[in-house]
């Protein structure tokens, strides 16, 4: 690949540049990027990653291999009608934006594409997201080569088909917000028992830490390694059951069918934002 084009310039964007610049996959001469309105934005990762940087779209797109379409959301609709007119069916077209699907980026472009759809978490910013990846017909086994080399950069990358996008959203995708909000609760808790703030956090990343490690390693399921740690009579058996009388687990599960479903919902909202953009070319 010879020239890789951001269109949005923000957090995701930068842990991708980031990420495929240390991982040496592309240097960052090869690296354009270009967003709405924020020419400060642009200037501190031109300096930070040595990209380039433009609002002349024809510049931009010009012999461009692959485009990650990066912006708002809600900035969608209006991007791809300024930008449709450079995408090519040469290109690869690479979506960030949660919940937009294939055909509706098809639509906006009025043209066949291959189009690649991946749903990362904020991870991405430490390298170590979980990467769903969706690719249409026209995607071929080169291009799906090369954008799971782009996004192995930040992390794991999976390919799904792309009706399970959503579900992905729901569990991995708004997944670190979960764990921080679990996190949260074992800080207050280490506080009501009496231990010192930072001892606490310290005491809980490595929690996580290991049990990740465990899970990653080990070939038994969470329920077993659950078990063996669980003593009859002993203290985890006691919190198990006060986790258990409070519907935590049902609760969790009730949350990530939440977060799908509203994956759905906005992914319907966005697409007809993109369809109701007037054309008037």
Known sequence: ???????????????????????????????????????????ILEQRF????????????????????AM??????????????????GMLVISVLAGVAIEAIEAAAEKS???????????????????AL????????AQRKLVQELFNTIGLTTFV????????????????????????AMEKSAAEIGLEKQTAKQLIIQTLLGAAEMLTQSDK?????????????????????????NGVQSAFVSCIKEATAQSKKLGALLGN???AVKRPL
């Open 72 to 89: 708002k959301p809600k900035d969608a609709a209006i991007a791809m009608e300024e930008i449709k007119h450079y995408l090519t069916e």
């Open 273 to 275: 934002e993109l369809s």
């Open 1 to 43: 690949m010879k020239k890789l084009v951001f269109v949005g310039a923000g957090s995701m964007a930068e842990a991708m540049i980031s990420g495929i610049g240390a991982s040496g996959l592309l240097p960052g001469k090869q690296i354009w990027a270009t967003n709405k309105q924020d020419a400060d934005r642009l200037r």
């Open 113 to 131: 594409l291959a189009v690649t759809r991946a749903m990362p978490n904020t991870s991405a910013a430490i390298g170590k997201s979980a990467t």
């Open 221 to 245: 399921e969470p329920a077993q390694l659950r078990f063996e740690v669980t003593s009859p009579g002993g203290t985890t058996e006691a919190g198990i059951k006060v986790l258990e009388q």
């Open 134 to 141: 969706a690719v249409n017909s026209h995607v071929s086994d």
């Open 161 to 184: 088909e792309e009706y399970q996008l959503d579900a992905v959203t729901g569990l991995s995708g708004s997944g670190p917000a979960y764990i921080y909000y679990l996190v949260e």
């Open 50 to 69: 040595g990209i380039t940087t433009t609002y002349d779209l024809g510049q931009l797109f010009e012999n461009a291999d692959a485009i990650v379409l």
